[in-house]
């Protein structure tokens, strides 16, 4: 909670993309979004491997994985 961003920043993003007549594509507020922004990018299935190696996540059942 202690390395959070200020909220207000999202809620400007928010206000900018809803009252812009040309929003950008995406929005990117605060630091936090940089780190994560990359994974955004990436194939479902690699993001879901790449976030299970780092939180140590158990694996999905097998029914899943299919």
Not at 42 to 49: E, K, S
Request: aromatic residues 4%.
């Amino acid at each position: 909670m202690e390395r959070a961003e200020n909220p207000k920043k999202v809620v400007n993003a928010l206000k900018h993309a809803l009252m812009n007549t040309v929003p950008c594509i995406r929005y990117r507020p605060g630091l936090q979004s940089l780190l994560v922004f990359p994974l955004s990018l990436t194939p479902a299935r690699l993001t879901d491997r790449i976030l299970a190696l780092v939180t140590g996540a158990p694996k999905p059942p097998t029914g899943v994985r299919k």
